[in-house]
């Protein structure tokens, strides 16, 4: 299998470049950062002052830069802008089952969002376990009700916090039954 990183806007290299190596690990399998896209604008609500990450993927859909979506393949943008999603205030990340595409965002990711010192080691942690839950999605696994599973459903920075990063035996099996071995 292979993962591939695309970073929207200007998110730290740092963090790119720690994800690109997690995932590595946590999927046995090849990652690839492709080249930085630009962030659609007309997906930003002014009154929200936030992007609607649906919209957002829709645009990237639609645009030039198309050329990074195939289905087959899990994609991940990773992007510093803050996001929400329908009737939620804000979301940490989406993933597009038609498209084959996920978004994640740092920016509620980062611990100084919570008036906290800056952490890159609890930023980078929080956005692996980000990018794999939504690779899971793509993989096809819904949300898991075991609490530590990467497949749990987080609503705070807390809920990922006390996530693993890695798949119960549940969603391993799963994985297995699609022919996807992750060990």
């Avoid at 470049?17 to 930085?36: A, H, M």
């Avoid at 996530?163 to 992750?182: A, P, S």
């Amino acid at each position: 299998m292979l993962i591939r990183i695309i970073p929207m806007g200007k998110p730290p290299q740092k963090i790119l470049d720690i994800v690109l190596e997690e995932l590595k690990l946590i999927f046995n399998s090849k990652t690839r950062q492709l080249p930085e896209i630009g962030v659609p604008g007309a997906s930003y609500n002014r009154w929200r002052n936030q992007y609607n990450a649906e919209r957002l993927i829709e645009e990237l859909a639609r645009g030039p830069d198309v050329k990074f979506i195939d289905r087959n393949i899990p994609t991940v943008l990773i992007t510093e802008i803050d996001m929400y999603h329908n009737s939620l205030n804000f979301i940490f990340g989406l993933q597009d089952p038609d498209l084959g595409c996920s978004i994640v965002s740092l920016s509620r990711l980062r611990p100084e969002f919570y008036d906290h010192a800056p952490n890159l080691k609890v930023l980078a942690d929080r956005t692996v376990k980000e990018a794999t839950h939504e690779i899971g999605h793509h993989l096809g696994l819904k949300h898991c009700h075991h609490f530590r599973c990467i497949m749990s459903e987080a609503a705070s920075v807390e809920d990922i916090d006390k996530k693993d990063k890695y798949f119960c035996g549940g969603c391993r099996f799963e994985l297995e039954k699609k022919g996807i071995r992750i060990d």
